[in-house]
T-cell receptor
Framework: DTGVSQDPRHKITKRGQNVTFRCDPI?????LYWYRQTLGQGPEFLTY????????KSRLLSDRFSAERPKGSFSTLEIQRTEQGDSAMYLC??????????????FGPGTRLTVL | GEDVEQSLFLSVREGDSSVINCTYT??????LYWYKQEPGAGLQLLTY?????DMKQDQRLTVLLNKKDKHLSLRIADTQTGDSAIYFC??????????FGRGTSLIVHP
């Protein structure tokens, strides 16, 4: 397995447009997380899935944001009506919870979004 | 919520030891982590410590936890230029969702 992958790596869009990002986790991992990281800050939690169920959402996840993990494998994060304040790096991570494993999160390289 | 504070920059000479410090407010955190982020790459978990431990050593890395002062540190022995990166302190409870500090940029010069 090559680790967590994210697509695209970079996205430039105009304010008001919709964007969608994809994350492919490590194949046997049952948890998938989305974070946002702005310049000079640490990652901030947005939401996570256990299998296909979205179990927690941060208050940072406004109603313009929606995330899905339809078959418990890859996930998509959509931002509707983008604003300049949405410009950030969007990070995905996956982990294996249960079965005696520690739940180490493995991060993807991120998708850098620039909203003009 | 949890507040996690780190100094923003640390500059060391190659071969010296680096010590990166972190303070936090929530004493109920169960797991305390150190992550490394290199330019253009995702975060990499370097090491973690349980809240019932005082110290953990892993090759060149030593983690010290002072629960009374809510202080976590990461010592890198024999720092190399390849250690130049941003280091994040993070804490979590039973949900395993970490709260990150702002990161410390470690600059290693010859």
């Amino acid at each position: 397995d090559t680790g967590v992958s994210q697509d695209p790596r970079h996205k430039i869009t105009k304010r008001g447009q919709n964007v969608t990002f994809r994350c492919d986790p490590i194949s046997e991992h049952n948890r998938l997380y989305w974070y946002r990281q702005t310049l000079g800050q640490g990652p901030e939690f947005l939401t996570y899935f256990q299998n296909e169920a979205q179990l927690e959402k941060s208050r940072l996840l406004s109603d313009r944001f929606s995330a899905e993990r339809p078959k418990g494998s890859f996930s998509t994060l959509e931002i509707q009506r983008t604003e300049q304040g949405d410009s950030a790096m969007y990070l995905c991570a996956s982990s294996l919870v249960g079965g005696g494993s520690y739940n180490e999160q493995f991060f993807g390289p991120g998708t850098r979004l620039t909203v003009l | 919520g949890e507040d996690v504070e780190q100094s923003l920059f640390l500059s060391v000479r190659e071969g010296d030891s680096s010590v990166i410090n972190c303070t936090y407010t929530d004493s109920s955190s169960t797991y305390l982590y150190w992550y490394k982020q290199e330019p253009g790459a995702g975060l990499q978990l370097l090491t973690y410590i349980f809240s019932n431990m005082d110290m953990k050593q892993d090759q060149r890395l030593t983690v010290l936890l002072n629960k009374k002062d809510k202080h976590l540190s990461l010592r890198i022995a024999d720092t190399q230029t390849g250690d130049s990166a941003i280091y994040f302190c993070a804490l979590s409870g039973g949900s395993y969702i970490p709260t990150f500090g702002r990161g410390t940029s470690l600059i290693v010069h010859p």
